[in-house]
Nanobody, 115 residues
Framework: QVQLVESGGGLVQAGGSLRLSCAASGSIFSITVMGWYRQAPGKQRELVARITSGGNTNYEDSVKGRFTISRDNAKNTVHLQMNSLKPEDTGVYYC?????????WGQGTQVTVSS
């Protein structure tokens, strides 16, 4: 199994930056894709960004040019650098890992962007 622990959420003003981190443990060598999802109040969880073991990345359209996902394989950690934050980026951010055809989720970290 894979366990994920997120950190780095908080409260920031619009235009500010935050960096989220996700540390993976367990069967880390079986992980193929890691990503960040978010869920705003009253909305469905959506993909924000993901990165493959080979370093290929995908971003949700609204965060392109503002967010950057990166992967530190030596530390088994994935980061999400979020710049130029907007109030609509507010939500609970979840780390996700795909391994052996299964998904693992972190507990989530709250990001609140004030206007």
């Amino acid at each position: 199994q894979v366990q994920l622990v997120e950190s780095g959420g908080g409260l920031v003003q619009a235009g500010g930056s935050l960096r989220l981190s996700c540390a993976a443990s367990g069967s880390i060598f079986s992980i193929t894709v890691m990503g960040w999802y978010r869920q705003a109040p009253g909305k469905q969880r959506e993909l924000v960004a993901r990165i493959t073991s080979g370093g290929n990345t995908n971003y949700e359209d609204s965060v392109k040019g503002r967010f950057t996902i990166s992967r530190d394989n030596a530390k088994n950690t994935v980061h999400l650098q979020m710049n130029s934050l907007k109030p609509e980026d507010t939500g609970v951010y979840y780390c996700n890992a795909l391994y052996l055809g299964r998904f693992s989720w972190g507990q989530g970290t709250q990001v609140t962007v004030s206007s």
